[in-house]
């Protein structure tokens, strides 16, 4: 026998966000409006610093079907590579107090199309000893169906020096499954990043156990 | 990569860093059993990844941001009267795994009716809407992590699953925790509900303990007489890496 160690709680286990999560969480597109204030899309105010850009996609099932219940969340840093949160001390870059640097949104229920509207965000600190991480937006997705929220990021394609030295996508040992995660700039009435989402298949975008 | 790939585990702007998930307690992409999740599930591993500033950072939410009936499902879409049901109060701690609490950080909940009707518009059960119910509230915990809100309790609805499958009465819930690698979607149960263990969602969690800590005990010490009952819902979220190294020797 040796000594036990000190109890720790678990965590709660994770359940599906089911196919009504927009009442919780988007209760507008559930078809009804409640709160004084509600979350969206939109993480840009005027005052927000740093270029505006779209970002769009659609999250694909395993048999090549949109999935059209889908809820994503998206976390980012402002333009100056800087989190809207104390533990980032990264203190040579200012905090946009214009912008919080989360959003959410429901998949449209005929289109499968998820979009939001926010800004570039620059390059964040990589840990001790590495690279700086290319810009990216972290993104978070739950559905009916799914059982533990997924975790990915987006990167931008017209990024590729940045890309080529980012200390995550390096950790992807094949490099064509790097590709998944690569968002596409398109020029229309504002830039937008296009980026789809394969939950399954040989074009599966890559997840992260973070 | 050019530069070595060194691994220094802390930087001056990281100071905190994630326990690993055990994704043992938590239901795997693929439970068959539960049928929507065979074409939704990845197939490949996930890559791992040690904290980084755009983990352990995440959205701060403040109470300006809420209303004040914001936590009271009872109140919060009355129209000409009160919703039907069993009237309880529901509430709990969000703690992470080192056992403190998560203070002001936002829950979100959301639910069916007493009869297990949705208020949305792909729910088409035959179940009425109840007019004076919603189905959503929102909190943020205190200083000490705790939180609560008031409510009706739901009724079980059928899906289409298997032919004859139904849920057990429960309420989702949305944590975000400090840090966006805490963010978590689960469902609460209620004590001595028979279709628990007949419910795909609840047998996909391969460690039974886990799935018997999403049901919710009865609280009558919290029940308010000739009012209502209460039941409590207790919340983990992940924890932190506490090791000498980082927080006594190196110094800050």
Known sequence: MVQPLPDRLRETASQTAGPYVHIGLIPHQAGFDIFETTFSNVLVTPATRGERIRIEGRVFDGADEPVRDVLVEIWQANAAGRYNHPADRQQAKPIDESFRGWGRTGSDFETGIWQFETIKPGPVDGRKGHRPMAPHISLWIAARGINIGLQTRLYFADEADANAADPVLNLIEQRSRRETLLARREERDVPTYVLDIRLQGPQETVFFDV | ?252
């Open chain 2, 1 to 252: 990569m050019s530069e070595p790939d060194r691994d220094v585990s802390q930087g001056e702007a990281l100071d905190r860093e994630f326990l690993q998930r055990d994704r043992g307690l938590h239901p795997p992409p693929l439970t068959p059993d539960y049928k929507t999740s065979v074409l939704r599930s990845p197939h490949r591993a996930l890559i791992s990844l040690q904290s980084s500033l755009s983990e352990v950072t995440g959205p701060v939410f403040g109470h300006g941001e809420l209303g004040p009936l914001d936590n009271d499902l009872i109140r919060n879409y009355a129209r000409d009267g009160e919703p039907i049901g069993e009237r309880i109060l529901v509430h709990g701690l969000v703690r992470d795994e080192n056992g403190r609490g998560v203070p002001h950080t936002l829950v979100e909940f959301w639910q069916a009716n007493a009869g297990g009707r949705y208020r949305h518009r792909n729910d088409r059960y035959l179940a009425p809407i109840d007019p004076n119910f919603g189905g959503c509230g929102r909190a943020l915990t205190d200083a000490q992590g705790y939180y609560y809100f008031r409510t009706i309790k739901p009724g079980p609805y059928p899906w289409r699953n298997f032919l004859n499958s139904w849920r057990p009465a429960h309420i989702h819930f949305s944590v975000f925790g400090s840090g966006f690698a805490q963010r978590l979607i689960t469902q609460m149960y209620f004590e001595g509900d028979p279709l628990i263990w007949r419910d795909p969602m609840v047998l996909g969690i391969p460690d039974r303990a886990a799935a018997e800590r999403l049901i919710a005990p009865l609280d009558l010490a919290a029940a308010l007489p000739l009012d209502m009952l209460a039941y409590r819902f207790d919340i983990v979220l992940r924890g932190r890496q506490q090791t000498l190294f980082e927080n006594k020797l190196q110094g800050n």
